[in-house]
């Protein structure tokens, strides 16, 4: 029999699209013991079936890597870590270009251009709006960017460029920001949301779990995303690279990464939830989980300075969930 506590939040969103999961009630569903698991899954699986019928499929780029001037504990592309990750200056156009058509034809229906540093400069949103306007041209991919932080005038051009989805993690809670990054404020994150929102732009915003923090502060990071109405939510999973400040933290087990994924479906029912980094080390073989545990995108190909899976394998774990979403 299912627990009487999740079925009973599960069921009010169900009958009701616009209900919220309190953060007190989010937090004892992130409490319930792992015997609780499954049962978690199960009702987040009905409330992705009822609200999701088709799964994204999302790739990047990474487009201008590493030198970033901010402090992030988990990222290999911050100058305050020696990584040994490759280095270069924003791509030429046309090799973004080429890429995103390799993705598209691999299966991609989002692509994004992702940058390292706090702010593009005019020269290099140039080159982004000009390969967005040719894939777009060419593919009718929705072509997304994730280019640090953005002013009005940035988000405008962004936008008139061609460019739909404007990305900008979270990354993590408010109450544990200051022990993942000090160069800039939560508050800057947050308002970079909000301008692009503003701006007409659709945005996704998500983040990385698994950084040491706790159950609550999964559940807050997840309230706070749906508080600014988001369209689209990443979720990440931290793969330690060594010579971060993160290197030696341990991974998550599948099943507490698979009550993550439930319990950011169940605190954004109407959302798409999209499962990118880290997945491949943290689930491993429960990869295809993910749709039963509430998701309903994926990030193919390789990512930022970490491998991807293999893309056929990927589109075939796919093809076997989709049923999940389509079973009445």
Known sequence: MINRKIAHVAEKIAHDGEFAVSYEDACGLAALPETDTMDLLFCANNINKRFKKSIIVCSIINAKSGLCSEDCAFCAQSSYHQTGIETYPFLKEDDVVEHALRMHEAGATKYSMVTSGYMLTDEEVSIA????????????????????????????????????????????????????????????????????????????????????????QRVELACTIRDLNVDGIPINFLNPIRGTKMENRPLLSPAEALKCIALFRLI?????????????????????????????????????????????????????????????
């Open 268 to 328: 954004n029912p109407g959302k798409d939830i999209i499962i990118c980094g880290g997945r491949e080390v943290t689930l491993r073989d429960y990869q295809s989980w993910i749709f039963l545990a509430g998701a309903n995108g994926l990030m193919i190909g390789h990512y930022l300075t970490t491998q991807g899976r293999n893309i056929k394998m990927d589109l075939d774990m796919m093809a076997d969930s989709q049923s999940w979403l389509n079973e009445k």
């Open 129 to 216: 709006c000009g390969a967005a306007a040719t894939i777009v041209e060419k593919t009718g991919i929705t072509v997304c960017a994730s280019p640090g932080m953005i002013t009005a005038s940035l988000a405008r051009r962004l936008k008139e460029g061609g460019i739909t989805f404007y990305h900008h993690n979270l990354e993590t809670a408010r109450s544990y920001f200051d022990h993942m990054c000090t160069t800039h404020s939560y508050d800057e994150d947050i308002q970079a949301v909000r301008i692009a929102k503003s701006s007409g732009m659709k945005v996704c915003s998500g983040g990385i779990l698994g950084l040491g923090e706790t159950w609550e």
